[in-house]
């Protein structure tokens, strides 16, 4: 006849095997660390995607004669995995693009007689190839009415 199992080392097992889960969770894979991400390349990422969405058919069907395109940027969502990354620069600098270029009006959030939203959106993500793996972080601004209604999305790249 068989013995019940002890229940107690049952547990304190489970709990061990939880904690070492834990430890091989947050240990990063070589290769694999989070680089954080410099304002030179926040700055490069703005630009190239405001530059994008600015000579766009959808920004440019806004602009009639001498009238400006309404817009409000939204808050930048940052899913990278950089938790530390400046998205309030992000929106300082499409603000500065879009305000440079001359082309638009920007308005504060909860505006609803704008032309358009812009919300950024900041991610990050591991890319294999040939020279091995880069860390790529990829902003993506997304036009939309102030109904919700999407009209476009635009995004620039930048990988170390």
Same mark, same amino acid.
């Given at each position: 006849?068989?013995?019940?199992? $002890?229940?107690?080392?049952?547990?304190?097992?489970?709990?061990?095997?939880?904690?070492?889960?834990?430890?091989?969770?947050?240990?990063?894979?070589?290769?694999? &660390?989070?680089?954080?991400?410099?304002? $030179?390349?926040? #700055?490069?990422?703005? $630009?190239? !995607?405001?530059?994008?969405?600015?000579?766009?058919?959808?920004?440019?069907?806004?602009?009639?004669?001498?009238?400006?395109?309404?817009?409000?940027?939204?808050d930048t969502r940052n899913n990278? $995995?950089? &938790?530390?990354?400046?998205? &309030?620069?992000?929106? #300082?600098?499409?603000? #500065?693009?879009?305000?440079?270029?001359?082309?638009?009006?920007?308005?504060?959030?909860?505006?609803?007689?704008?032309?358009?939203?812009?919300?950024?959106?900041?991610?990050?993500?591991?890319?294999?190839?040939?020279?091995?793996?880069?860390?790529?972080?990829?902003?993506?601004?997304?036009?939309? !009415?102030?109904?919700? &209604?999407?009209?476009?999305?635009?995004?620039?790249?930048?990988?170390?």
């Amino acid at each position: 006849m068989r013995e019940a199992p $002890d229940r107690r080392w049952r547990n304190v097992s489970m709990a061990g095997m939880a904690l070492v889960a834990a430890a091989l969770c947050a240990t990063p894979v070589a290769g694999r &660390e989070a680089r954080a991400l410099n304002l $030179d390349t926040l #700055n490069a990422l703005a $630009d190239e !995607s405001a530059e994008k969405m600015l000579a766009s058919t959808v920004f440019q069907a806004k602009l009639q004669g001498a009238k400006k395109a309404r817009v409000v940027i939204g808050d930048t969502r940052n899913n990278s $995995d950089d &938790e530390g990354a400046r998205v &309030e620069d992000i929106s #300082n600098e499409i603000r #500065n693009r879009i305000v440079a270029a001359g082309t638009a009006r920007i308005f504060a959030p909860g505006n609803l007689d704008a032309d358009f939203i812009i919300s950024p959106d900041l991610s990050s993500s591991w890319i294999a190839g040939s020279g091995g793996r880069r860390h790529c972080f990829i902003l993506q601004l997304t036009l939309t !009415s102030p109904e919700g &209604e999407y009209a476009a999305a635009f995004s620039a790249q930048r990988c170390d």
